[in-house]
């Protein structure tokens, strides 16, 4: 904790000497820029992005237009920019110390806003606050409350996420029962800083849905675990959350033998699952998609953390666990599901996983374009933040991202990163990613 602590103060002055500069910037001209919007569209070439006060002023073809008074000019020379990359599902409060180091480098390799989706939040509540008011410094911060039922008090991350709290009493990582104040808890969430509710285990089919209703009640968002032991995937998308999480956990559809908690479950119960010859696109799975499209609740595959981070061969119930999961995904796209795009990771090398996600999408079926808009305009849709983030749209926030090859046509191109810019500065020192450098980064 020292060594956070250390590492914090050095991040604030680092964020104090940069902060005049990165406030004080001209407006900014990139020219000559091929444009994916993040929306769905094609390709765009030959366009003009100009930026003032940290915001997309104007996009257009060319130069029609005169550029704003004192605008720095950039050619791109028919480079490709995209949206700021956000990563939904990371954990870098695991990883106290290497929270500060593993976040500057997530924004330099172009992911501009990270959701952090549990762990110490009072980690992620100090540095969301540093990069709000420091741009330029590490990716903007979303940050979760996790709620659990009782018997979660197993897992050792009950007592890791809340030190000098009794677990399960903090408003970040909350024990709920059937005789909880679901106002109060949610509410202490809210007053936190929290955009939303991560919903992890323990909790019965009734239990979810209060807590869903509530969130949705005071304004904030839900993000479930596709199976919250008990409650399967049905009781999950029954809930209708804003978003469901691991595509894998839907192999729980429909069953009544689910252990009643997340440490019996994973590896347990999950383990033993006959994925191989589970069909993904039957009819039990595609009443769930429909319902999931009617509601707008979105999935995330988070597919990497099926094994992908693993070093060498992986056993044969996860190899099968991966490709089912990866079938799923088609599955639930073809049936008009929204995807979104998070990596599951903790601190280390973060910046190299959300490439790899991208590129797993694709693989599993959906199109470049597809995988881009999932790590951009549907993860802020998901956040509650369409708004203000995750497409190349005029008035939105300038996270920009220019790449030296188009991600269209490969989508590992989206690790050529040249430039990055949040909230319209410039970042400093962009660092592109290798295929296969992941693997050589990973803890023994």
Sequence with gaps: ?????????????????????????????????????????????GQTITIVDGRIA????GLERELPD???????????????????????????????????EMLRAGITTVRDLAGD???????????????????????????NGPQFLSDPRSVISSVGREPGSAPWSRFVTESSEISLVVSDARDF??????????????????????????????????????????????????????????????????????TDGIPGWVRVQDYENTDPDGPRFRELFERMAENGTILQPSLVADGDRRPGALPDWVANMR???CRLTAAAHAAGVTISAGTDTVNF????????????????????????????????LAMGLENE???????????????????SANIENVRNVVMVFQSGHEVVNPLPTVPGSERSLLPN
């Design 1 to 45: 904790m020292a060594n956070l602590l250390l590492k914090l103060l050095l991040a604030t002055s680092f964020c104090v000497a940069s902060s005049s500069a990165a406030h004080s910037q001209d407006p900014i001209a990139l020219v000559n820029a091929n444009v994916i919007d993040g929306r769905g569209q094609q390709v765009r070439p």
């Design 58 to 61: 104007a996009i257009y073809s």
């Design 70 to 104: 004192g605008a720095r000019t950039i050619d791109l020379g028919g480079q490709t920019v995209i949206p700021g990359l956000i990563d939904g599902h990371v954990h870098f409060t695991s990883d106290r110390d290497g929270a500060v180091d593993g976040l500057r």
């Design 121 to 147: 939040s009072r980690i992620a509540q100090t540095l969301a606050a540093q990069a709000e008011s420091h741009p330029n410094t590490m990716p903007n911060i979303i940050y979760s409350a996790v709620f």
């Design 193 to 262: 800083g929290a955009t939303g509710l991560k919903l992890y285990s323990s909790l019965s089919p009734d239990l979810l849905q209060r807590l869903v209703t509530e969130a949705r009640a005071q304004g904030m968002r839900s993000w479930v675990h596709s199976v919250v032991f008990p409650s399967t995937a049905t009781d999950v998308v029954a809930a209708a959350p804003d978003e469901i999480i691991h595509a894998k956990g839907f192999i729980s559809a429909g069953r009544s033998d689910l252990p009643d908690n997340f």
């Design 323 to 325: 490709a089912w999961a």
């Design 349 to 380: 090398a973060q910046g190299v996983y959300l490439p790899m996600e991208l590129e797993r999408l694709v693989e599993c079926g959906l199109s470049p374009i597809d995988a881009l808009q999932a790590a951009t305009f549907n993860n802020a």
């Design 389 to 407: 983030i995750g497409s190349i749209e005029v008035g939105k926030r300038a996270d920009l991202v220019v790449l030296s090859h188009d991600p």
